[in-house]
């Protein structure tokens, strides 16, 4: 099992930046993808961004040269940097962790419990 502990969000005006930290523990193995996940009310849960355990990222569109994930190996953490904060980008934003023992073998998926990201003058 593995726990996911988020932190960061908050209300914060248009243009301006938040960063959300995610903290993963338990039984963490050496091959996983950490990310970010957002739900929007009355929206379907989206892809924020997503960082590989050899750091490759991968953004959403919406995001892309705003946002920034990143990640510490030595404290199992993630974090989004998000800049230029939109009121498009308000939701809930979920942090997400998926894990297997090797290639061979399937993936386990986590999520976190969540935390609010409003975007409002």
């Known amino acids: 099992q593995v726990q996911l502990v988020e932190s960061g969000g908050g209300l914060v005006q248009p243009g301006g930046s938040l960063r959300l930290s995610c903290a993963a523990s338990g039984n963490i193995f050496s091959i996983n993808v950490m990310g970010w996940y957002r739900q929007a009310p009355g929206k379907e849960r989206e892809l924020v961004a997503t960082?590989?355990?050899?750091?490759?990222?991968d953004y959403a569109d919406s995001v892309k040269g705003r946002f920034t994930i990143s990640r510490d190996n030595t404290k199992n953490t993630v974090y989004l940097q998000m800049n230029s904060l939109e009121p498009e980008d308000t939701a809930v934003y979920y942090c997400?962790?998926?894990?297997?023992?090797?290639?061979?073998?399937?993936?386990?998926?986590?999520w976190g419990q969540g935390t609010q990201v409003t975007v409002s003058s």
């Open positions: 960082i590989t355990s050899g750091s490759d990222t």
């Open positions: 997400h962790h998926k894990q297997r023992r090797s290639v061979y073998m399937g993936w386990l998926f986590y």
